[in-house]
């Protein structure tokens, strides 16, 4: 793959698209490295069996040649059971883009997320801004991840405003979206497809806006959990062809759910 910070381009250390030898290190250390703004995967299959993390960066993205088996992150091995393919730690405006991440290949060995953002420290950052565009988050059995894409706790930082557009997660044991806490809020979802979880989106905290996506089902479109909820969540204009079960909350609960043609 190789790195660059427009308007200067240059090679990063390279990872196997071939799928033969693990990639997770090289493709964290090109982006780590603060050298380049855009880490451009190359077409092919990367098998990792550790998770890709990134941490403290700023406006970092890893851009595949597209999400329909051009460029596929593959986790294999008991190292990826409970942990995210991508994990983003105190980052900012960081994020993936036209690639698939996709579920654990060994049979039991489920990652918790395809992408994961985690602030924990408010000091440094002010909101997180997780972008993620373009992409195919899904294994190809039921349940080979837990969550698509999860905002989870530390403290309860400024894990907040992602920007979610064209993306398409299935396939996931608990649900696509996970928003884990109060301060992560804001969230945008603009188009792309859910489907294939118990719950579309579940919430345990925080807020967010969805515009235009499609709902294929089975589960419930949002499950509100027990948390503290300070702002209003709106769905607008989406299309359901699965779900019969709109949203469920939880008794501990007290949430707004606006819903808009």
């Known amino acids: 793959f ?9 090679p990063a250390p390279s990872g196997d698209a071939t799928g033969a030898t693990d ?32 941490t403290g960066l700023r406006s970092v993205v890893f851009k595949g040649q597209g999400k329909v088996f051009q460029t596929r992150i593959t986790p294999v091995g008991t190292g990826m059971n409970g942990v995210s393919v991508f994990k983003f730690v105190n980052c900012r405006s960081c994020g993936v883009e036209s690639l698939w991440v996709d579920g654990n290949s060994t049979s039991g060995q489920v990652p918790l997320a395809g992408v994961e953002s985690q602030a924990n420290n408010p000091t440094t950052v002010p909101s997180t801004n997780l972008r993620v565009r373009d992409c195919r988050i899904s294994g190809t059995a039921p349940s080979s991840m837990t969550y698509g ?8 930082s400024n894990n907040d405003e992602g ?14 979206y996970y928003i884990g806490h109060l301060n992560s809020v804001q969230h945008k979802i603009i188009g792309g497809g859910v489907g294939g979880a118990p719950a579309m989106i579940a919430l345990a905290g925080g807020s967010f806006s969805c515009f235009g996506t499609n709902f294929s089902g089975p589960g419930w479109i949002v499950t509100f959990g027990a948390g503290s ?26 949430v707004d759910l606006l819903v808009s043609n």
């Open 2 to 10: 190789l790195g660059s910070r427009a308007p200067l381009t240059g």
């Open 163 to 176: 920007y979610i557009e064209n993306t398409d997660i299935a396939n996931c044991a608990t649900s696509c």
């Open 229 to 254: 909820y300070t702002h209003s969540s709106l769905l607008s204009g989406v299309q359901c062809e699965g779900p019969t079960q709109w949203f469920q909350s939880a008794a501990a609960a007290n």
């Open 23 to 54: 990639s997770a290190a090289l493709i964290a250390a090109a982006a780590n490295a603060g050298s380049w703004s855009v880490i451009t995967l190359q077409s092919g299959q990367y098998y990792v069996s550790q998770t890709i993390l990134c």
């Open 149 to 156: 894409i999860a905002w989870t706790l530390v403290t309860d």
